[in-house]
């Protein structure tokens, strides 16, 4: 049985780039080359990436870029991108949770969730750090992502947040349910695909807390951790992480 980011991102491709929050990519690559020190020598690895739209900005501006992802309608729209802009993609068919790579790359990224934290259970988010890790070079590695921010929900409503006006065409989530014991939302995500079919999903993904996201990377050898606000398209060292950020921004090197 297939799980729901499975039927979601099945025919889900051109939609999700006219999504509100898809539209941060250009700004959010310039904090990325930022971060990268302007090498273009590093392999980077981006993990979940959907329709390539961070892999195929870099890949512009001259790095190295290999994007994987388990949706193989995602990943046929990110290469029909890339080919459309007379760009070489390396993107792959593969499942976060069981990464193949041995100390690979030079850094790796996973934004917009990228997977994590969709999974069923905490061991299966937890299984897609453990593989970022393995792939990444055993020194001078970074690793930068967003996940949900824990502390949102404790201080805010998910449910208003989430019904806040949208564009047209743009997915819905509504029957928000917060578990404090599991620090996971469970809704009910609306879509169209990109066939014009409507889709109604039951989703639930896992928000974390801070000292949660230090202790994991910790366990995986990362020694220096920032958590930061992740703000849409502006990514920035300065924006300290609040209560009111839906999302966060990890940046983990060792």
Same mark, same amino acid.
């Given at each position: 049985?297939?799980?729901?980011?499975?039927?979601?991102?099945?025919?889900?491709?051109? %939609? @999700?780039?006219?999504?509100? &929050?898809?539209?941060? !990519? /250009?700004?959010?690559?310039?904090? *990325?080359?930022?971060?990268?020190?302007?090498?273009?020598?590093?392999?980077?690895?981006?993990?979940?990436?959907?329709?390539?739209?961070?892999?195929?900005?870099?890949?512009?501006?001259?790095?190295?870029?290999?994007?994987?992802?388990?949706?193989?309608a995602q990943l046929g729209h990110?290469?029909?991108?890339?080919?459309?802009?007379?760009?070489?993609?390396?993107?792959?068919?593969?499942?976060?949770?069981?990464?193949?790579?041995?100390?690979?790359?030079?850094?790796?990224?996973?934004?917009?969730?990228?997977?994590?934290?969709?999974m069923e259970t905490d061991e299966?988010?937890?299984?897609?750090?453990?593989?970022?890790?393995?792939?990444? %070079? @055993?020194?001078?590695?970074? &690793?930068?992502?967003? !996940? /949900?921010?824990?502390?949102?929900? *404790?201080?805010?409503?998910?449910?208003?947040?989430?019904?806040?006006?949208?564009?047209?065409?743009?997915?819905?989530?509504?029957?928000?349910?917060f578990d404090l014991m599991t620090?996971?939302?469970?809704?009910?995500?609306?879509?169209?695909?990109?066939?014009?079919?409507?889709?109604?999903?039951?989703?639930?993904?896992?928000?974390?807390?801070?000292?949660?996201?230090?202790?994991?990377?910790?366990?995986?050898?990362?020694?220096?951790?920032?958590?930061?606000?992740?703000?849409?398209?502006?990514?920035?060292?300065?924006?300290?992480?609040?209560?009111?950020?839906?999302?966060?921004?990890?940046?983990?090197?060792?």
């Open positions: 049985m297939s799980q729901w980011y499975e039927e979601l991102f099945g025919n889900y491709a051109e %939609k @999700y780039d006219q999504e509100s &929050f898809t539209q941060g !990519t /250009l700004g959010e690559c310039d904090f *990325l080359e930022q971060e990268l020190g302007y090498d273009k020598d590093l392999r980077i690895l981006d993990v979940g990436c959907g329709t390539g739209r961070h892999t195929i900005e870099l890949t512009r501006r001259g790095y190295n870029v290999t994007g994987i992802d388990l949706s193989e990110a290469r029909a991108k890339a080919a459309k802009l007379g760009l070489e993609s390396n993107f792959l068919k593969l499942d976060a949770r069981a990464l193949p790579f041995e100390h690979e790359f030079d850094a790796a990224i996973m934004l917009c969730e990228g997977g994590f934290p969709l299966m988010n937890y299984e897609i750090l453990k593989g970022v890790s393995r792939s990444l %070079k @055993y020194t001078k590695a970074k &690793f930068i992502f967003t !996940t /949900l921010n824990g502390l949102f929900p *404790l201080f805010n409503s998910i449910e208003s947040f989430c019904a806040a006006p949208k564009e047209a065409g743009n997915a819905t989530y509504g029957k928000n349910t620090f996971r939302d469970h809704n009910i995500t609306t879509v169209e695909d990109d066939s014009g079919k409507k889709m109604e999903l039951a989703c639930n993904e896992r928000y974390y807390i801070p000292p949660e996201i230090t202790w994991l990377l910790k366990s995986l050898g990362f020694d220096k951790i920032d958590i930061l606000g992740a703000k849409l398209g502006a990514f920035s060292r300065t924006d300290s992480l609040t209560k009111d950020d839906f999302e966060m921004l990890v940046i983990a090197e060792r």
